[in-house]
């Protein structure tokens, strides 16, 4: 099993070059040894952030499917891949809001395997049912998201469970660990029904969604996650050293 890893999501965050360099350089200052650490900054600052630290390592925070062409605006991997980003968050629900659909996920994911990135493929409901339909529209996001991905690539995909109701100031509660482990079993069904038991173990799946050095512990010990896509908490270097920390320890 690859190591957990632990993924800051600094959204549009910080506004500055200088500010985002003296977040990234504190952080650099953290002790982790057995652990993966991934800042997603702003695409921008990417160049500048990797010649401070090379122990955390750089991602970006979404991509476009094309490498080249007519797409004003549009960032491939291939560009990402050569300013130093090694990872890349794909269908964030920030995006799919935005208009990202599942087959634009399901390309975005066979870009960045083309291009060496490995994707961090977010997943989560809205909101939660009592006739369970939330499972089938996981299930569907999954599923579309890999859609002709082959078995041999699986274990360079990272896939985070964020449900949207527990994202971000207005969140309206927390995930619990259990509710974790429950869609974290779920997801693991769905990868082994679609390529094969043997193909599940090197997936790690993640658990974002209002992480804090508080709640970390319970989501490792009880829900068992490979480790945390952070948002709020990416951006205080204390914090999120705390998450790392507990990350690397917690055992089970
Ligand atoms: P949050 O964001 O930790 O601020 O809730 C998580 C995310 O959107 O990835």
Known sequence: MSKRIVIGNWKENPTSKKEAEKIFKQISKGKWKGVEVVACPPSIYIEALRKISKRIILGAQNIFYENSGAFTGKIGGSMLYELGARYTIIG??????????????????????????????????????????????????????????????????????????????????????????????????????????KSVGGVRILYGGSVHPENSLGFLIEGKADGFLVGRDSLNPKKFLEIINNTENAKY
């Open 92 to 197: 964030h629900s920030e995006r799919r809001s935005l208009g990202e659909n599942n087959n634009d996920i399901n390309k975005k994911i066979k870009n960045a395997v083309y291009n060496g990135l490995v994707p961090i493929l977010c997943v989560g409901e809205n909101f939660r049912d009592n006739e369970h339909k939330y499972l089938a529209f996981i299930k569907e996001q999954v599923e579309s998201a890999l859609e002709g991905v082959s078995k041999t690539t699986l274990d360079k995909i990272i896939i985070a469970y964020e449900p949207v109701w527990a994202i971000g100031s207005s969140a309206t509660r927390e995930a619990t660990p259990s509710e974790f482990l429950e869609i974290s079993i779920f997801l693991k069904r769905i990868l082994s029904d679609k390529f094969g038991i």
